[in-house]
Nanobody
Framework: QVQLVESGGGLVQAGGSLRLSCAAS????????VGWFRQAPGKEREFVAAINWSGTRTSYADSVKGRFTVSRDNAKNTVSLGMNSLKPEDSAVYYC????????????????WGQGTQVTGSS
């Protein structure tokens, strides 16, 4: 079992930066693949980024590639999502999720989810 808690969201002017953290507990976290997803009001949840168990492989949605960076520190049981050059269209609730298979863009592939943290990029 894995428990995940996101933090670090907030309101930032367009062009600014935020860093989200996902704190995890549970024996299986070190071997889990992690994905970041976001969901804006009235829209379906969409894939943002993924990282494998060792942190050596990452993938990103085209909409955030070059602006967002996902990383993990297994010793501290944390996964982070750095967000630069934020745009109003990045505004959403961001979720971290853990699962068995690296790189999946489908929410149903992830068994464990955090509660989400709000990110707002203002105009």
């Amino acid at each position: 079992q894995v428990q995940l808690v996101e933090s670090g969201g907030g309101l930032v002017q367009a062009g600014g930066s935020l860093r989200l953290s996902c704190a995890a507990s549970g024996r299986t976290f070190d071997s889990a693949a992690v994905g970041w997803f976001r969901q804006a009001p009235g829209k379906e949840r969409e894939f943002v980024a993924a990282i494998n168990w060792s942190g050596t492989r990452t993938s990103y949605a085209d909409s955030v590639k070059g602006r967002f960076t996902v990383s993990r520190d297994n010793a501290k049981n944390t996964v982070s999502l750095g967000m630069n050059s934020l745009k109003p269209e990045d505004s959403a609730v961001y979720y971290c999720a853990a699962g068995s298979f690296y790189g999946s863009t489908y929410p149903r592939s992830y068994a464990y989810w955090g509660q989400g943290t709000q990110v707002t990029g203002s105009s």
